[in-house]
């Protein structure tokens, strides 16, 4: 979405979101959305999941989403309980807390929807080679093969007609070498496969790359997304998804804590969000889980 009014320029000097170049380049419907801002929490996801475990039981509990944006989150983690790093300017760290009128049992390829609306909104800023912007099953944002951003979903409660989740999202702006330094010295006595991916920012592809344009981006492709995904389901993004996956076609190896699954041929994702893997014993189905996904070769 775009807004009518031409906004301010980022000012390179201060690395706090600029509130109002954000509301500039908000969309009319991300406008609606109730922001907050703070200095510093443990993490916005257990923010807002306490705040709507209180919330009624009901599909109209929360007219609007709700986002909170902390510059710093002393217990921010990632998928299985992952820690995540990041230092107060380098990344964009936020949640959304939404009420989606579906059941728990038609969450299934939230993630991965999410994953498209992050895709989008980040290539619609100015990066160099939009197209090294890509997805990796289930839930990481890649550039040109590292990891860029990272979601994480969480359930506060269902009913048989709506589920109330909060969204985290982390997504690396600035400072990358740092990052990779310091994940790296964490890993130095994890064996190779039980690593993940190498970090990377958005710097890298756009060099004046801030907080507030990447909020604005991400928040305004997430708002049809969100629309759309509350309405149909992850159907209509399996196309998205499969055209935007950075392993498609290529060997992959299937981890659980570390230890080789199974392995195969990457081959999209089906109608739920589920992995389609190509092995010597034909196709098989992966569901999301306590599993991580590495290429065969060892480069990611």
């Known amino acids: 979405m775009n807004a009518s009014k031409t906004p301010p320029q980022a000012a390179a000097t201060d690395w706090r979101i600029d509130r109002e170049r954000a509301v500039a380049l908000f969309g009319p419907h991300a406008h609606d959305w109730p922001i907050e801002i703070v200095e510093e929490t443990g ?10 475990k209180a919330l ?35 990344a964009l760290l936020f949640s959304v807390a939404c009420v989606l009128p579906r059941p728990l049992e038609d969450l299934a390829g939230l993630s991965l929807a999410v994953g498209v609306a992050l895709v989008d909104g980040l290539r ?6 939009p197209g090294q ?10 550039l040109e093969g590292d990891k860029l951003a990272g979601i994480l979903i969480e359930t506060a409660w269902s009913t048989d007609y709506a589920s109330a989740v909060v969204i985290g999202i982390g997504t690396n702006v600035k400072g990358a070498d740092e ?37 604005a981006a991400e928040l305004n492709a997430l708002e049809p997304a969100l629309q759309r995904f509350g309405a149909d389901g992850f159907a209509p993004f399996q196309a998205r998804w499969n055209a935007m996956h950075a392993y498609a076609g290529r060997e992959v190896v299937l981890l659980e804590q570390g230890q080789e699954l199974t392995r195969g041929v990457a081959a999209g994702v089906d109608e739920r969000g589920q992995l389609l893997l190509d092995t010597a014993t034909g196709r ?9 996904l590495r290429l065969a070769d060892g480069a990611a």
């Open 43 to 52: 993490s916005t996801n257990a923010d807002l999941m306490t705040r709507v």
């Open 56 to 90: 009624p039981r009901k599909s109209n509990a929360l007219p609007r989403p709700l986002v909170r944006v902390a510059y710093l989150q002393t217990a921010g983690r990632g998928r299985r309980g992952r820690p995540w790093y990041a230092e107060p300017g380098n």
């Open 124 to 129: 619609s800023l100015p990066v160099a080679g």
């Open 133 to 142: 912007i890509a997805l990796k099953w289930p839930n990481d944002v890649l």
């Open 179 to 215: 990052l990779a330094a310091k994940v790296g010295a964490l890993n130095a006595d994890v064996p190779p496969q039980a690593r993940g991916t190498v970090p990377t920012a958005l710097q890298r592809a756009l060099p004046n790359a801030n907080l507030t344009d990447t909020l």
């Open 284 to 292: 098989q189905t992966i569901s999301t889980g306590d599993v991580s």
